[in-house]
């Protein structure tokens, strides 16, 4: 398989899982919110349940990789800090310097967590040198 076509599957594997854990984030926020659950606190369960969903259907199913279960969610936390810390540095520039529209704001910012998210778990999270047989 060309190097080129490699790329695209675990990009199109990439974003197919990020589809899957937002809707599974959004489906914890809504049913927790049912429930009785403060808008803030729903929103933080729906994000833990979303980064240990990320994680594993990244190291899984995204790179299938097969390096150190502790090392690469050290770094994955790591790589979603950084992202999210991206995303809202981005939201706030686009808003207060830019006075963007919130909503493209918005698009902007997870336009720039997805793709630092995507650079961060594919070069620097998941280091499995068998990372080849993943493409």
């Not at 937002?22 to 926020?29: E, L």
């Not at 808008?39 to 369960?45: K, T, Y």
């Not at 529209?101 to 918005?106: G, H, M, Y």
């Amino acid at each position: 398989m060309s190097r080129w076509r490699s790329e695209s599957a675990l990009l199109t594997r990439y974003l197919g899982s990020g589809v899957l854990n937002t809707v599974a984030g959004f489906a914890v926020i809504f049913a927790l919110m049912a429930v009785g659950v403060s808008p803030l606190l729903a929103n933080i369960g729906g994000y833990g349940v979303g980064f240990v969903l990320g994680f594993v259907v990244s190291k899984k199913f995204v790179f299938r990789s097969d390096g150190h279960f502790i090392g690469e969610s050290m770094r994955y936390l790591a790589a979603f800090l950084t992202c999210f810390l991206l995303n809202l540095l981005v939201l706030s520039l686009a808003i207060k310097q830019q006075h963007w529209n919130a909503l493209l704001a918005q698009l902007l910012a997870a336009m720039a967590y997805t793709s630092s998210m995507y650079a961060l778990t594919r070069y620097f999270v998941f280091q499995d040198k068998n990372l080849e047989h993943a493409r």
